[in-house]
């Protein structure tokens, strides 16, 4: 892919220009999807895309602001604000590692890596640069609002955008395969929720329960050989809704997030979510949630086994990517 994707080039004064840089998996891969879509269904004449396809790197955030030289507003997916003064600055800020505490690392068992030591106060210092900085949901509002008070009136919260596919709120083919939609991340910890959920399903009534792990089984060697877990290798977000369809629910675990796709994903796709039973977890899963303590093995075999017979309504309203879009680029 080029560095810059333009739709319908303007030199207007209206100009809108959109960094994708850096959104190559995960969430940032699964928002860009929707950007994408929104624009070739609209095809706004003043609104062009650079930095698909690019990492995000010190170069490119140089050559970014050249592209973006004359742009009404600049707007940047990638957590990085841009630094010209001129017109209008919108940062998305969706990596909550970037605002953590020396305490929540703790808890997490996790060590951050050079590459985010370096990018942090990059990430923060860019972020007073811009006049809007949209975050995700409330949690991730009051994470950065505590690491960096002076963001406050900068603020505002608006759920990640998805699309409602054709197929949603019908029965899941396969309603006892739970799917872990989660790249793995060492602070994920992933490698204890995984044998937690294998053992909590154990016999549960009605038939074995099987997991569904879009990785390659040497990311959890432990479990390559396991009778219940299915590896399907990395997947796009595109391949993994075929998964989403025929499921009967899904797992997210984690404990420290921005957003978390899956389980507003979940909510919109009308299929249950297995999770950690958190204001965050509520608000963006809805009913959708069939919430557990980490620290109750009945708590979360309860969860389990209710997911697997319940099939939720459809709750496409708070995540509509119209609504989104139309505020984002006004």
């Not at 998805?162 to 949603?168: G, L």
């Not at 009967?248 to 950690?276: D, K």
């Amino acid at each position: 892919m080029t560095e810059t994707q333009t739709l319908s080039h303007t030199s207007s004064l209206d100009r809108i220009v959109v960094d994708c840089a850096g959104a190559v998996k995960g969430g940032a891969a699964r928002l860009l999807r929707e950007v994408q879509a929104y624009l070739s269904e609209t095809r706004p004449s003043n609104v062009e895309l650079i930095g698909v396809g690019q990492r995000l790197t010190s170069k490119w955030l140089i050559q970014r602001e050249i592209l973006a030289a004359s742009a009404k507003r600049r707007i940047s997916l990638n957590n990085a604000g841009f630094l010209n003064p001129r017109g209008e600055n919108v940062t998305l800020l969706h990596n909550i590692l970037q605002f953590a505490t020396a305490e929540d690392l703790e808890k997490l068992s996790f060590e951050r890596s050079r590459r985010l030591k370096v990018q942090t106060p990059i990430i923060r210092a860019l972020a007073k640069s811009s006049k809007t900085l949209v975050v995700p949901c409330t949690r991730m509002a009051q994470q950065v609002e505590m690491v960096t008070p002076g963001l406050k009136d900068k603020l505002v919260v608006r759920f990640h955008p998805i699309s409602k596919p054709n197929w949603a709120g019908t029965p899941p083919k396969r309603p006892r395969d739970i799917l872990l939609p989660i790249v793995p991340a060492p602070y994920k910890n992933l490698d204890q929720h995984l044998p937690e959920f294998l053992e909590a399903s154990e016999g549960l009534p009605g038939g074995p329960v099987r997991l569904i792990v879009p990785s390659e089984p040497d990311s959890f060697p432990e479990l390559a050989s396991h009778p219940r877990v299915k590896f399907i290798g990395l997947q796009s977000s595109e391949e993994l809704d075929l998964w989403w369809r025929d499921s009967g629910a899904v797992f997210f675990p984690t404990e420290f997030e921005a957003f978390g796709f899956p389980l507003a994903e979940a909510q919109v796709y009308g299929r249950s979510a297995i999770a950690q039973d958190t204001d965050q977890n509520r608000e963006l899963a809805g009913h959708s949630l069939h919430p557990y303590d980490r620290h109750s093995h009945n708590s979360l075999r309860n969860a389990i086994e209710t997911a697997t017979i319940v099939v939720p309504i459809p709750d496409p309203d708070p995540f509509i990517p119209s609504s989104y879009f139309e505020w984002l680029l006004d």
